[in-house]
């Protein structure tokens, strides 16, 4: 049996305050939630506060990207050892944003992807194809590109340190959610392609989330599916109520 994640990226949203107020109103609602791994990401800025406040809880503590070196002249990163010093236990790696905005590449992922796992923390590492890609029926073959490129190299041991999200880029802030049959068609293809390279035990144990307009309407839908293990969710997460019931799903 695989233990469901449930995540908000809270994406560039939210002061210290607030931040730690949000961790502070979600974690009676899901206190009493068991057998769901819940984690959130908040700005760099919050999370040794947002990790203060969420201590002895249930809830999880991500960051939303990190550098693949320990330390050095590079400036503006943040290495994967000190996101632990922070309290994390997660990083989100390889976000459609930050491949499309911030020149994030199937290499630089893999580099982090295995910085983060050096270092203790379990990496959420995301794929997925935009619609222009989806359109020309390349879906595959681009989910095929990411999964081999992002975690090349790594071993079926490591593996039990990585969560891979799929989230299609046309779904992600758009409202438009990929249908059951979309997301289960694409988290089973991931887990044939695991399977394929690290082994039939690796793809099995290995979570694999949906992201991309989860909200507390549509989350039993696509976790009724076989192959989804979880979400990874953005604007539903910013509010305790939304990201309690998306977490709380099951009932
Ligand atoms: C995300 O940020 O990873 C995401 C899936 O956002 P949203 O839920 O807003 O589509």
Redesign the pocket.
Known sequence: MRTPVIAG?W?LFKTIAEATSLVNDLKPLVSGTAGVEIVVAPVFTALSRVAEASAGSNIRLAAQDCFWEEEGAFTGEVAPKLLKDAGCSHVIIG?S?RRQYFGETDESVNKKVKAAIGAGLTAIV?VGETLAEREADKTFAVIETQVRGGLADITAESLKQVVIAY?PVW????GKTASDAQAQEVHAFIRCLVAKLLGQPSADAVRILY????KPDNVKGLMAQADIDGA?????SLKADSFAAIVNYAG
Do not use: R
């Open positions: 990226n994406k976000h944003e995301c989230e779904a992600i802030g758009t992201g991309g307009s989860v990874l969710v953005g604007g539903a």
